[in-house]
């Protein structure tokens, strides 16, 4: 359980986008509403050169928060010495304002599966992930944050709700919470929930950072909807809706805007950004 | 059986192996096409990864050739690592051993060229050391002095004439490769890696500063390669690349 004097500086509660490095120059000349961006870690765990000189210089002027996407905090086995050590290298350089992780798997003995995988909510799978968190925030020294799936299937053997889960893991941890409101729209298509149900349900006391972003439509054997998470376009309607309604009980928060595939010129991206900024507009400070 | 995870695992990486038990639509049903999204995924983003880290590999064979390649190298050697930025070390290993290529013998030697460029790209940054430093320094002790190597610096050696294959596929308007042995050393004067081609006394020469050798050591085995080795077109070269960073002498 990590001490409440580890609590970590926080990212502002603006919005922010996720870095890509074809952005750099229209980043610094033109902004818009941005004043915090998002990095995937492990893109800049290489030893120096152009990624490590980028940071260096956007840090001056925009607050940064530090994904990882390769820890595979979900993982059978223990987490890997080596990845926390380069994660530990990384955070003391940077000081983000936050880091965060995903409720998921990607690493097997040796193998990294480069995707985000699904876990059972089994008390088992609760220990596992709370001990890894743990370790993290021990390691760290700072509190971290865990983002919510999207799911496209569920486990038989599943005995927890993936929100009891997550509320059960910032109560054992002291971890905070990233949502992200795409993946509560694609899991509760797919998995034939409603999306407000989940924010009804979900611990949003413990949010720190929301995540907005675009899906694939897909259908499953069945032909029922199957959406999938591509962070390929803009955040559909309904992902906005859903931001809405998570801001109406949450007050403002930081809001990221995720598009990591076929990355659009800056004013696309801007475009979105100046969306989350008129959604924060509308929100009463809490 | 196995955990869940050896299931997904051993199931991920073959499209022959059936669908682990117990996983459902959210309403109970059994599915096959929700598990393959996972399926899809991994396998996607692996091919993916090695388009970006072999971009003349790709050129050199064609997409209709290369992804269902890299498809058989993904499920053969997944990552080890979670840094991507390096996913591909097996590939000149795997091209050594793949039949249907044999005839294209220089495609390894290509392949372990584009990973040593991610390693420069990626490697730490250093300060270029100073003509001055050389040029003060008595020949005498010179001579039994070492020359250290920046960190993004890379040697590919090849009996191919490796630089101009990669020039032809990255360069408009390159010449065509000649049948010559060319050795590849790649610098990184600022944040872009940079290959130059070698001949084979230059590498010789290198790859001693480069494995602890003084220079009258290195001196002598590029001589031992080509009697008239001149270093003065390659210390040059070196100089102006930022590709030196320290001179230690016998005293240091």
């Given at each position: ?18 870095y890509?490095?074809q ?7 033109e902004?818009?509403?941005?004043t ?13 050169g152009?990624p490590?000189a980028?940071l260096?210089a ?33 955070v ?20 990294f ?13 609760l220990?596992?992930?709370a001990d ?7 390691l ?13 299937l569920?486990?038989?053997?599943s005995t927890?709700s ?9 109560r ?35 949010v720190?950072?929301?995540?907005v ?17 591509s ?6 309607e ?23 595939n076929?990355v ?9 950004a ?11 400070a809490? | 059986m ?5 299931q997904?695992?051993?199931a ?6 059936p ?11 059994p ?7 996972y399926r ?13 880290a ?9 997409d ?20 991507m ?11 050594d051993?793949?039949a249907p290529l ?37 020949p ?37 490769p000649?049948?010559t042995?060319?050795s590849?050393?790649?610098t990184?004067?600022?944040?872009d ?7 084979a ?10 494995t ?7 001196q002598d ?27 230690t002498?016998p005293?240091?």
């Amino acid at each position: 359980m990590l001490d409440a004097s580890h609590r970590s500086p926080s990212l502002p509660k603006a919005p922010g986008v996720g870095y890509k490095p074809q952005h750099f120059d229209a980043l610094r000349s033109e902004p818009g509403p941005v004043t915090w961006l998002e990095i995937h870690a492990e893109n800049y765990m290489g030893d120096g050169g152009r990624p490590h000189a980028q940071l260096h210089a956007l840090r001056a002027d925009f607050a940064i928060s530090v994904h990882g996407v390769g820890l595979s905090i979900g993982g059978e086995g223990r987490l890997d010495p080596d990845h926390l050590a380069r994660l530990q290298r990384l955070v003391d350089w940077l000081e983000p304002a936050s880091f965060s992780e995903h409720l998921a798997w990607s690493t097997h003995g040796a193998e990294f599966l480069d995707d985000l995988l699904p876990l059972p909510y089994t008390d088992a799978t609760l220990t596992r992930v709370a001990d890894h968190i743990d370790e993290v925030q021990d390691l760290l020294g700072r509190q971290m944050l865990l983002e919510n799936p999207s799911s496209y299937l569920a486990f038989a053997e599943s005995t927890w709700s993936e929100t009891e889960f997550l509320s059960e893991l910032t109560r054992r941890t002291g971890c905070g919470l990233l949502l992200d409101v795409n993946n509560v729209f694609i899991s509760a298509t797919n998995l034939g929930d409603t999306a407000t149900g989940y924010l009804d349900a979900y611990p949003l006391h413990a949010v720190g950072e929301i995540h907005v972003g675009g899906h694939d439509e897909d259908a499953d054997d069945h032909g029922a909807p199957l959406l999938i998470d591509s962070h390929a376009h803009p955040a559909a309607e309904p992902v906005w809706t859903l931001l809405d309604y998570a801001l109406r009980r949450t007050g403002p928060a930081p809001v990221l805007v995720e598009w990591d595939n076929d990355v659009p010129e800056w004013p696309a991206l801007r475009a979105e950004a100046d969306r989350a900024a008129s959604a924060l507009a509308t929100i009463p400070a809490h | 059986m196995g955990t869940r995870q050896s299931q997904f695992r051993a199931a991920l990486l073959d499209p022959a192996a059936p669908v682990p038990d117990g996983l459902t639509d959210g309403a109970g049903a059994p599915t096959v096409k929700r598990f393959d999204v996972y399926r899809n995924n991994v396998t996607v983003a692996l091919i993916d990864a090695l388009r970006t880290a072999f971009p003349v590999l790709r050129k050199l064979l064609g997409d209709a050739n290369f992804d269902p390649l890299a498809r058989v190298y993904a499920r053969a050697h997944p990552p080890r690592s979670p840094l991507m930025m390096h996913y591909g070390q097996d590939m000149p290993a795997f091209l050594d051993g793949f039949a249907p290529l044999k005839h294209l013998g220089y495609l390894p030697d290509v392949a372990r060229l584009e990973l040593a460029l991610r390693r420069s790209y990626h490697a730490a940054d250093s300060a270029a050391l100073d003509a001055q430093v050389l040029a003060a320094c008595p020949p005498e002790t010179l001579m039994g002095s070492c020359l250290q190597l920046a960190p993004a610096v890379q040697l590919i050696p090849s009996p191919w004439p490796l630089f101009d294959i990669w020039r032809y596929n990255t360069v408009a308007g390159a010449p065509k490769p000649q049948a010559t042995a060319q050795s590849v050393l790649i610098t990184r004067a600022g944040f872009d890696p940079e290959p130059h081609a070698l001949t084979a006394a230059q590498y010789a020469w290198l790859h001693a500063c480069q494995t602890g050798a003084n220079l009258t050591e290195a001196q002598d085995s590029a001589s031992a390669t080509d009697p008239a080795f001149d270093l003065a077109p390659l210390l040059g070269l070196l100089l102006q690349h930022g590709a030196l960073t320290t001179l230690t002498t016998p005293k240091d």
